[in-house]
Structures are given as structure tokens and as C-alpha cells.
């Protein structure tokens, strides 16, 4: 499912525009409602946060968002139902979660349901490559993708075991850190980073921690094939519900959308 959206936009000369919401902010029917507005503006693939109390890789933001969605009782249950429901009128949705839920739910469980809602596949961050097969045989096993995240900070060796394993895309964090708008990424060695994993892979990459305006898009240039934003686009709508929401989150993907176009990078 995700190897023909990249393929897509590669052959639209783009970028694909990866959009990150947390499944119950504030609500969700607010959920929906964003997931349909992302879609209808064209989002290539969505990530959906599922809340947790404990997200090491979250920065404030997003993390605020987990517990607003916490608070409003949106489980990992909750979000696989949403999923179920609006399958058909989405963008491609993967999973963004913790292994904590994951292991408590049941690993074989967990992916068993996550396909059968329809997701197209599942980011897990804190597990580290060494610890992940059970989890990516579980996946696969379900027809589900299981993007890896490589850091700045990732020895070319590790890196090259991880594009390995890494299905669906490789999510290539920008910069050291958690997730969040305060610290823009550094474009010059996230280039040179990117140039070097080209050489050790065909398979797509997807950057994200930190773009938030699409001057950070047309940054990020021709190397990658997708570029996520979460934090930027959650303190777009905060505050706010149902259509409202969803008007924010329609004015605020459309200059991003634009900059993906490889034409004008």
C-alpha cells in the first residue's frame, strides 16, 4: 500500500506529505474530522498517534495532545475502531504507538487487529532494531509495513542494518531530540545524511522531528521522498473541535502540500 503512494509522488515529481495527528485530540469526532480534511487536501499517507502517558520520543506539544486525548478516555481500542470506521475515505493511516500498549495489548493481537482495521502499517520508536523482530515478523506476518527511525547520531553500520529491516519507508529523524517546533533542523548535515543513506538504499525516505513551515520542506530538497509534520500542525488546531479544526488543518497543509512539489525545491 505505501510502496504505490511513494511511487506516486515520485512519478507527480513530489514529496509525499506525511501529516501527524493524535487519535482523540481534543475528541474523536474532532479526529474524524481532521482525518477527512488531511485527505481531502491531500496528505499521501497520515500518521495517527495513539495516546500514551510515558512518550519518550514526544516534545511538548504532542505530548500535551496525548494526555488531552488521555483524558477524554481514547485507547488503543478507541483508535483501532476509529481506524475501522473511516478506512475507506482516508489516506493510507500508520500507527504511531509505544511498545508498552503494544506488549499489553498482545503483540500477535495487536497486529491481528491493526490489520484488520486497515492500517497500512505501524511505528513503534522505542523499540531498537535488536529488540524488534518478534514485533516486525508479528506485523508482516498481518501484511503490515514497519517503518524504522535512523538518527542523526546513528553509526553508518547500524544504519545500514536498519534500511534493511525497515519496511514501508525509512522515517529519518532531522535532528537530535524529541519531536517539536522550537529547534529547526540543521539542513546542511540533514542533507549529507540523507545523500549517505541514498547510497545504501532505493527504498523511501520520509523526514521528520521539527519541519514546520514549508520553507523546511523546499529544505529538505530532492534526497528525500516525504517529509511529516506533527507539532506544527497539532498547534494549528489546538484549542479547537470538529469543523473548526478541520478548517485549520486545510489552511494550514496547503502552502505545505505546495512546497513538496520537487519543481519548485
Do not use: W
Not at 501527524?20 to 488531511?38: F, K, N, Q, R, S
Amino acid at each position: 500500500m505505501l510502496d504505490g503512494v511513494f511511487e506516486r509522488a515520485r512519478a507527480q515529481k513530489r514529496m509525499a506529505f506525511i501529516p501527524y495527528v493524535m487519535a482523540g485530540d481534543p475528541d474523536l469526532e474532532t479526529t474524524e474530522a481532521i482525518l477527512l480534511a488531511l485527505s481531502d487536501a491531500g496528505a499521501d499517507v497520515i500518521e495517527l498517534g495513539a495516546p500514551y502517558s510515558d512518550p519518550l520520543a514526544d516534545g511538548p506539544t504532542i505530548a500535551a495532545a496525548g494526555q488531552r486525548a488521555l483524558r477524554g478516555a481514547t485507547h488503543l481500542r478507541e483508535v483501532l475502531a476509529l481506524v475501522l470506521r473511516r478506512r475507506e475515505r482516508c489516506a493510507p493511516i500508520v500507527l504511531f504507538t509505544y511498545f508498552n500498549p503494544v506488549y499489553q495489548f498482545g503483540v500477535e493481537r495487536f497486529a491481528r487487529e491493526t490489520a484488520a482495521a486497515g492500517a497500512a502499517g505501524v511505528i513503534v520508536p522505542d523499540v531498537a532494531l535488536d529488540e524488534s523482530a518478534e514485533l516486525r515478523a508479528a506485523l508482516q506476518a498481518h501484511g503490515l509495513t514497519m517503518p524504522l527511525l535512523v538518527a542523526p547520531s546513528t553509526p553508518h553500520e547500524r544504519a545500514a542494518r536498519i534500511v534493511d529491516a525497515t519496511t514501508g519507508f525509512l522515517y529519518v529523524v532531522s535532528r537530535l531530540g524529541v519531536t517539536g517546533t522550537g529547534y529547526a533542523p540543521d539542513f546542511a548535515p540533514l542533507r549529507r545524511q540523507l545523500a549517505s543513506l541514498r547510497e545504501l538504499t532505493n527504498k523511501p525516505l520520509a523526514v521528520g522531528f521539527g519541519l514546520s513551515r514549508p520553507q523546511d520542506v523546499r529544505n529538505v530538497g530532492t534526497l528525500a521522498d516525504g517529509v511529516v509534520v506533527g507539532s506544527a500542525l497539532i498547534d494549528a488546531y489546538t484549542g479547537t473541535r470538529a469543523q473548526e479544526a478541520a478548517t485549520r488543518v486545510r489552511e494550514f497543509v496547503a502552502p505545505l502540500i505546495a512546497a513538496c512539489s520537487l519543481v519548485s525545491a
